[in-house]
T-cell receptor
Framework: KAGVTQTPRYLIKTRGQQVTLSCSPISGHRSVSWYQQTPGQGLQFLFEYFSETQRNKGNFPGRFSGRQFSNSRSEMNVSTLELGDSALYLC??????????????FGPGTRLLVL | AQKVTQAQTEISVVEKEDVTLDCVYETRDTTYYLFWYKQPPSGELVFLIRRNSFDEQNEISGRYSWNFQKSTSSFNFTITASQVVDSAVYFCALSEDYNAGNMLTFGGGTRLMVKP
């Protein structure tokens, strides 16, 4: 079974631009979560989607948004990029949103550099 | 609020040594889930183990073992006879009950370097 895939793997943008990252979950998985990883803040939860609805959101500004499609694929968007948005963005998928600590399986990440 | 602490930021051992990675968590929930993930240089987080708060049995998987102690809020990870391929950053994570969905709160990670 194929794992979680993320595209693109690397991205370079300049301040003020916007970016869209894509995530395809493991086949049959219906919940997708996004995390940001930086050297200073570590791994931080961005949001989680299940059945095309955002179920939970972390403490990030409104410039960070996401969505989920009917095939469970997800995208996240960051508008008006800032230098501090440079990070590894990790997508994770799990079978469902049960509130019972479903195991999350992570993709390889998208490394974003903002200049 | 939930919190996960991995006090060891970096550990260096020589191949074949045993090494224990510490994880201490804080939560107000009685039902919660603990995880360990491995992050090799490629960046992808690799799932190692999931444990729920009602199962305090220790677990062994090959060279890996986990010690869960609710009394001390700890979920430590031991690698026996370490190998160079074990070099990576290891993260402990916590997932709380229903309202949190599948959200994971991660510790800061422990970088393990295994030298030949």
């Amino acid at each position: 079974k194929a794992g979680v895939t993320q595209t693109p793997r690397y991205l370079i943008k300049t301040r003020g631009q916007q970016v869209t990252l894509s995530c395809s979950p493991i086949s049959g998985h219906r919940s997708v979560s996004w995390y940001q990883q930086t050297p200073g803040q570590g791994l931080q939860f961005l949001f989680e989607y299940f059945s095309e609805t955002q179920r939970n959101k972390g403490n990030f500004p409104g410039r960070f948004s996401g969505r989920q499609f009917s095939n469970s694929r997800s995208e996240m968007n960051v508008s008006t990029l800032e230098l501090g948005d440079s990070a590894l963005y990790l997508c994770a998928s799990s079978l469902a949103w049960t509130g019972q600590g479903e195991t999350q399986y992570f993709g390889p990440g998208t490394r974003l550099l903002v200049l | 609020a939930q919190k996960v602490t991995q006090a060891q930021t970096e550990i260096s051992v020589v191949e074949k040594e045993d090494v224990t990675l510490d994880c201490v968590y804080e939560t107000r929930d009685t039902t919660y889930y603990l995880f360990w993930y491995k992050q090799p240089p490629s960046g992808e987080l690799v799932f190692l183990i999931r444990r729920n708060s009602f199962d305090e049995q220790n677990e062994i998987s090959g060279r890996y073992s986990w010690n869960f102690q609710k009394s001390t809020s700890s979920f430590n990870f031991t690698i026996t006879a370490s190998q160079v391929v074990d070099s990576a950053v290891y993260f402990c994570a916590l997932s709380e009950d229903y309202n949190a969905g599948n959200m994971l709160t991660f510790g800061g990670g422990t970088r393990l370097m295994v030298k030949p």
